[in-house]
């Protein structure tokens, strides 16, 4: 099927643990985000990638890897979980800046 | 200056009601502004956007109303319906001279709830 998918859906992973949320869209965009979502502070932007190996920080990146190797993939990996990192992820996709970005259905990752 | 603040942060109204959603930003070269309606458990969705050429789009029941001037820019929702429960973000793009590689500055949401 078209369009951009994350797994896993849910993620409950202990602190310290390495955890990888995947992204894959099959439109071919070049630009791919990362967002997580808390309470009170709407989307924040985690990482960001214009094209396969072009990756940068965005908001708030501490803690968090990406790599970008093909262009439909995106992968996100908190490489030591802390709870602070309890959140919704979301991934999205577009063509270019001025157009819709397309959003996954999002991770829910707890860390206990 | 990336910030995006938006108000109110949750708003009731009743069937036919008209909501209103405002937002102001502070950054000059943002140049494309869009809002996402964000159902639960669900990823956020475009739902309408607005370039600063223009002061007013609508789209169906939604309108946007957009002041360069002031740095503002609104979301109405004409007519309002139950299934128009959701939450609301702003958001704004854009960097003078260069690329914004379409990065969103998101304002902090509003949820919104529409009573029968």
């Known amino acids: 099927d078209a369009g951009i998918t994350q797994s896993p859906r849910y993620k409950i992973t202990e602190t310290g643990r390495q955890v990888t949320l995947m992204c894959h869209q099959t439109?071919?965009?070049?630009?791919m985000f990362w967002y997580r979502q808390d309470l009170g502070h709407g989307l924040r932007l985690i990482y960001y990638?214009?094209?396969?190996?072009?990756?940068d920080k965005g908001e708030v990146p501490d803690g968090y890897v990406v790599s970008r190797s093909k262009t439909e993939n995106f992968p996100l990996t908190l490489e030591s979980a802390t709870r602070s990192q309890t959140s919704v992820y979301f991934c999205?996709?577009?063509?270019?800046?001025?157009?819709?970005?397309?959003f996954g259905p999002g991770t829910r990752l707890t860390v206990t | 200056q990336q910030q995006v603040k938006q108000s109110p942060q949750s708003l009731i109204v009743q069937k036919g009601g008209i909501p209103i959603i405002n937002c102001a930003y502070e950054?000059?070269?943002?140049?494309?502004f869009p809002w996402y309606q964000q159902f639960p458990g669900k990823g956020p969705a475009l739902l309408i956007a607005?370039?600063?050429?223009?002061s007013e789009k609508k789209e169906g029941r939604f309108t946007i109303s957009f002041n360069k001037s002031a740095k503002q820019f609104s979301l109405h929702i004409m007519d309002s319906q139950p299934g128009d429960s959701a939450t609301y973000f702003c958001?704004?793009?854009?960097?003078?001279?260069?690329?914004?590689?379409?990065?969103?500055?998101f304002g902090q949401g509003t949820i919104l709830t529409v009573h029968p």
């Open positions: 999205a996709s577009t063509i270019g800046q001025g157009y819709e970005q397309y």
């Open positions: 439109w071919s965009h070049s630009y």
């Open positions: 990638s214009a094209a396969a190996d072009i990756t």
């Open positions: 950054n000059t070269a943002f140049d494309y």
């Open positions: 607005i370039r600063p050429d223009v």
């Open positions: 958001a704004a793009s854009g960097s003078a001279g260069g690329t914004s590689y379409g990065k969103l500055t």
